[in-house]
């Protein structure tokens, strides 16, 4: 089974600091990892993934994420946090032989940006 | 411009009353999502849809009901047996399942409300 655990509700920081968005996940095999971002009352916006490849993954609106396979996690990051980036985070996983099932989401975590 | 079109944007259902909602897509996706989204639960799978004429159940599939008659269309009703149907409704596609490196789209949600 797939799962996906966001260990923060909510994340506070002040403009201008870095910013981590933390994810951990369990799949069987191979992960697929993705980041979305939700804005009030509207649908989730792709932020960046993981297939393959470099670790570090470069995302829009100058996210990152780091993966690390030995500690099954998936940590949004940002060098310097703006007031716009005050949002719902989701971070979503599926395995990569998993065949057709879909993906699976955290429960997200608010992000809150502080002028 | 390619996208997702849900509607209502807001539906108020009262008790005993089947509601059907709208999801449209134009990106020629051949894989269709709904997922219930409640305060602090995350995103929950209703149902979903790898090709037309067929679906299969999510986590939470009881007291809903979903047709995919065509490749654009996905609907979802919530019938009377949804005994709290009060969420945001998000419809999601995806280029085709299996392996491969698709993240979703989604739409920008319909509100049910019991009044």
């Known amino acids: 089974a797939q799962s996906v655990a966001q260990p923060e509700d909510q994340v506070n920081v002040a403009e201008g600091n870095p910013l981590t968005v933390k994810c951990t996940y369990s799949v069987s095999g191979n992960p697929y990892l993705f980041w979305y971002v939700q804005y009030p009352n509207r649908g989730l916006q792709f932020l960046l993934k993981y297939i393959t490849g470099d670790n570090l993954v470069k995302g829009s609106y100058g996210f990152e994420a780091e993966f690390n396979k030995s500690q099954t996690s998936f940590h949004l990051k940002k060098p310097s946090a703006l007031v716009s980036d005050s949002a719902l985070y989701f971070c979503?996983?599926?395995?990569?032989?998993?065949?057709?099932?879909?993906?699976?989401f955290g429960k997200g975590t608010r992000l809150s940006v502080i002028a | 411009d390619g996208g997702i079109t849900q509607s209502p944007k807001y539906l108020f259902r009262k008790e005993g009353q089947n509601v059907t909602l709208s999801c449209e897509q134009n990106l020629n996706h051949d894989a269709m999502y709904w997922y219930r989204q409640d305060p602090g639960q995350g995103l929950r799978l209703i149902y979903y849809s790898q090709i037309v004429n067929d679906f299969q159940k999510g986590d939470i599939a009881e007291g809903y009901s979903v047709s995919r008659e065509k490749k654009e269309s996905f609907p979802l009703t919530v019938t009377s047996a949804q005994k709290n149907p009060t969420a945001f409704y998000l419809c999601a596609s995806t280029p085709r399942t299996g392996p491969g490196d698709y993240g979703y789209t989604f739409g920008p949600g319909t509100r049910v409300t019991v009044v």
């Open positions: 979503a996983v599926r395995a990569l032989n998993s065949g057709n099932t879909p993906l699976v």
